[in-house]
């Protein structure tokens, strides 16, 4: 079943045109990785969803439901989480606390704190620790736990190895296929076109604000995704 479709999508920053007609879908259960250079537009795509930017009179289906000019609370309570870029934790709360500010509203779901401290067990000795005292790996862990503890339908994860490690990035993304096992869809932001293949089951690439490619992992060739995401002769 269908669980999010965009037609048509645009987005504006004043006069700068940041998304061209983006029409996106994905179905229930998919990991979807959106991969594109600097400035392609996959954080505003991801803002837009989540009525972080204006979206009013435009096509966005989630779960059966138009929601495109709803506020950004009723999207979350449609089920739609997003863990941002940046992460930003409150720093002086224990990482119990700040998961449990993911809890507030809840749906009913798999998403217990237990459940995320299985999925990330090198939390569980941190849990009274403040955010302060948290690795750049460790808050990313307590980030994305947070928005998991909403239950959301939807994860939507902006960029979650920058600027961490790549033996750090290895700690994380494993979790994604084990979200997804409990059910969670998931869209991935990722710049790592590595990364975003190798857990995705679906790509879409981004460039200039324009959907450039689209495809499940194995149908794509490295020229055809170099070419959609540099937009470099093949
Ligand atoms: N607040 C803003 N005001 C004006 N222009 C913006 C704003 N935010 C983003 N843009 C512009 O919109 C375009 C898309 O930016 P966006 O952040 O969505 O790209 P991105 O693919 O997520 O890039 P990055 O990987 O660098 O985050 C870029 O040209 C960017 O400069």
């Not at 930017?53 to 739609?80: M, R, V």
């Not at 119990?96 to 999925?119: C, D, F, Q, R």
């Not at 736990?145 to 939807?154: D, F, I, T």
Request: overall charge neutral; glycine content about 12%; aromatic content about 6%.
């Amino acid at each position: 079943m269908t669980l999010l479709e965009t037609q048509n999508l645009t987005a504006h920053y004043g006069d700068f045109q940041a998304l061209f007609g983006v029409d996106f879908t994905m179905d229930e259960g998919e990991t979807v990785a959106v991969i594109g250079a600097n400035g392609a537009g996959k954080s505003t795509f991801l803002r837009t969803l989540t009525g972080l930017h204006p979206s009013k009179g435009q096509t966005i289906t989630f779960d059966g439901q138009p929601i495109a000019g709803l506020a950004g609370d009723a999207i979350h309570k449609a089920g739609l989480a997003m863990v941002p870029e940046g992460r930003r934790l409150f720093r002086s709360l224990t990482v119990e606390e700040n998961l449990m500010i993911g809890a507030a509203g809840k749906l009913s779901g798999p998403w217990t704190l237990e459940a995320v401290y299985t999925l990330f067990p090198d939390l569980v000795a941190k849990r009274h620790n403040p955010g302060t005292a948290l690795s750049g790996g460790q808050q990313q862990m307590v980030a994305i736990g947070r928005a998991l503890m909403s239950n959301p339908k939807l994860l939507l994860c902006d960029e979650i190895s920058l600027g961490l490690a790549p033996k750090i990035i290895k700690d994380i993304y494993p979790a994604v296929p084990h979200i997804r096992a409990r059910g969670t869809s998931i869209i991935v932001v990722e710049q790592d076109v590595g990364q975003a293949m190798a857990v995705a089951d679906r790509i879409y690439c981004f460039m200039e604000g324009r959907v450039t490619l689209t495809g499940t992992p194995h149908s794509l060739t490295r020229e055809q995704i170099a070419h959609a995401y540099f937009g470099m002769g093949v």
